[in-house]
């Protein structure tokens, strides 16, 4: 197994780089594709060269506001990051649920079409997403919860536009602009590891969640949502983007998550989240812990080395990786190779752990 990570400016290079590195459509082959803005028209012309070149290798990707780029981590690129990934004994299979008709928040999944895939050495399933910032994250942690015998994981689409409804994900040469997009690894000798990290602290008062709309807080210890923000951020409204980097923070279940803003409603003086809370949730004001990430360095540098990979991948959310960049390529400067360096900037990362 060997992954190997292109930088895409234009065909005839990457027909030459496919040619040095000898990449056969005869081996069993993952394309992931990081397409950082979009035009889609140029998507198309790169899907279709790509399925002229390697017509029998597995093609998927999404839409992401960052890339990683020579041990860095940018959102001014603007070509494409292409991943191969070379799988010698291992296979690979994907369904494609296309929600483009769905008119509901959470739609209910059909696991029969998810459970078809599965054999006796199916080990993870890598989830792709275009549906809406308000239905992935329950819809990756249903899937989550009902395989949880597999690793999970995954992200969803992230655009240039802050909370942008026009992202996409696409497998082959088709775009999805809602859809999910499952690839599933089957393999006695493959072998995929989990590192996940939690860096958020929160600031400020705990709050009592007593007043909910679906997606959408109205009120925390009986007083409008958006209190909880106007105290440290008095022009919130006026300036709305640094919800983003200020999360919500919420415990339950001795389980810590942070749950970013979608939107935030001056009218009703409400705020709409990316996953649903319920009426008697506690939730805090949470920033990035600079000083945990940093501590996290020698941590990760260390998992790194006792975990001889072939291949990485990384989830960074925006949340995190909008404002704390540093520790991020501190991070990549730890991995030798630059051909094992693959991932998103995903409308927060989702895992099964």
């Not at 997009?181 to 990290?197: K, P, S, Y």
């Not at 001795?254 to 989240?273: C, E, G, R």
């Amino acid at each position: 197994m060997r992954q190997l990570v292109h930088y895409y400016y234009h065909e005839e290079r990457l027909s030459n780089w496919i040619k040095e590195n000898e990449v056969s459509s005869q081996k069993q082959l993952l394309i992931e594709i990081n397409f950082p803005d979009d035009d889609r028209k140029k998507l198309k012309q790169l899907l279709t060269l790509l399925s002229t070149l390697l017509p029998n290798a597995t093609v998927v990707g999404m839409q992401s506001f960052t890339s990683f780029v020579n041990h860095k981590v940018t959102d001014i690129n603007p070509q494409p990051v292409i991943s191969i990934m070379e799988f010698e004994s291992s296979e690979i299979s994907v369904e494609v649920i296309d929600l483009i008709n769905n008119r509901e928040d959470i739609p209910a999944l059909d696991f029969s079409k998810i459970e078809k895939h599965l054999q006796a050495e199916t080990k993870a399933i890598e989830i792709l997403s275009s549906y809406d910032e308000l239905g992935t994250s329950s819809l990756v942690n249903n899937i989550g919860i009902r395989f949880s015998h597999l690793k999970v994981f995954g992200g969803g689409a992230t655009a240039k536009v802050q909370n942008a409804e026009n992202t996409f994900v696409f497998h082959k040469t088709t775009l999805y602009p809602k859809a999910l997009i499952l690839i599933f690894m089957h393999g006695e000798n493959l072998n995929i590891e989990f590192f996940q990290a939690f860096d958020w602290k929160p600031i400020s008062k705990k709050k009592v969640i007593t007043k909910v709309d679906g997606h959408s807080i109205l009120t925390l210890d009986n007083s409008s949502a958006l209190d909880i923000y106007k105290k440290y951020f008095p022009n919130i409204e006026e300036d709305p983007t640094v919800t983003l980097q200020v999360p919500l923070y919420s415990s339950k279940n001795n389980i810590s998550s942070t749950i970013h803003i979608v939107k935030i409603d001056a009218k009703k003086q409400s705020l709409q989240m990316s996953s649903p809370l319920e009426e008697g949730d506690i939730v805090q004001l949470s920033i990035g812990n600079y000083n945990s990430m940093m501590n996290r360095i020698e941590e990760i540098n260390l998992f790194l080395k006792n975990t001889p990979a072939q291949g990485l991948w990384i989830a960074a959310c925006l949340s995190y990786e909008y404002g704390f960049r540093v520790p991020i390529i501190h991070y990549l400067s730890n991995i030798e190779n630059t051909n094992q360096i693959f991932g998103y900037c995903t409308s927060q990362e989702y895992y099964n752990t």
